[in-house]
């Protein structure tokens, strides 16, 4: 479904992802952690060439392209495969929630207005808004509003959807809310590539946890793997500082 490999991105002298090998199968629920400056967020972006690669080469179903020399007919093939929720949901804050998740599929004709305004509708009940559907987003609270970008990523239909730290921006008594949709998409078989500091989140919800630090995948396993007994020295540490020692078991 996804395969990256030897991926390599650099900002001026300094090397952020230092060789990247990593692959999604499909239906399944991927989570990133790691340290703030791992790499993570710039990873994730540069799956739909957010980020322009050095060099490597990333396939995200079917659709194959390699750094640097990308195409702009074959970068705009990969993008359609996924969709990005951002960490600050990037709302056209002059339209409705319905027109925010609409726009897409009406601006590229992909749906008639009418056609696009029911498709939305059933994938705002999906995550809970519904009644919010005439709504602005200065009226919702920041966990409806990264709600309404999920329903608008899930609105394109893609093969993946990619998240980036989705709960970062928010205040920790709205974080549930986001996390509960986010569980029943991964429920729903949706392939979910997330970059997340919510551990318990991670454990609960992922097929494979991926550990990266300091621009390399450190390492990679199923949750209890990882979280319980983890086999690289590097992410106990990182899980010690991060967990606690209550949670945290070698």
Do not use: W
């Amino acid at each position: 479904m996804i395969t990256v490999e030897k991926l390599v991105k650099k900002f001026g002298d300094n090397t952020v992802l230092k060789g990247i090998d990593f692959q999604v199968n499909e239906g399944e629920v991927v989570a990133i952690i790691g340290p703030s400056g791992s790499g993570k967020s710039t990873f994730l972006r540069s799956l739909n060439l957010l980020e322009s690669p050095e060099s490597g080469t990333i396939e995200i179903n079917g659709v194959k392209v390699i750094a640097p020399d990308i195409k702009k007919q074959d970068a705009f093939a990969l993008r359609q495969q996924t969709a990005m929720v951002f960490q600050h949901y990037n709302l056209f804050r002059n339209k409705t929630v319905l027109e925010n998740v609409t726009l897409s599929l009406i601006s590229n004709k992909v749906m008639k207005k009418d056609e696009a305004a029911e498709f939305g509708e059933k994938l705002l009940k999906q995550v809970g808004l519904s009644k919010q559907k005439n709504q602005y987003p200065v009226t919702l609270s920041g966990g409806q509003q990264q709600r309404v970008s999920i329903a608008r990523a899930l609105a394109v239909q893609p093969k993946a959807i990619l998240l980036d730290e989705p709960t970062s921006a928010l205040d920790p008594e709205l974080v549930n809310e986001v996390l509960e949709t986010i569980e029943h998409l991964a429920k729903g078989h949706t392939t979910l590539v997330i970059v997340t500091h919510e551990m318990n989140f991670a454990r609960k919800v992922a097929d494979r946890v991926v550990f990266m630090n300091d621009g390399v995948v450190v390492e990679s396993g199923r949750p209890d793997e990882i979280f319980t007994n983890p086999k690289e020295e590097r992410t106990k540490q990182f899980l010690k500082e991060y967990i606690g020692a209550n949670e945290y078991v070698i």
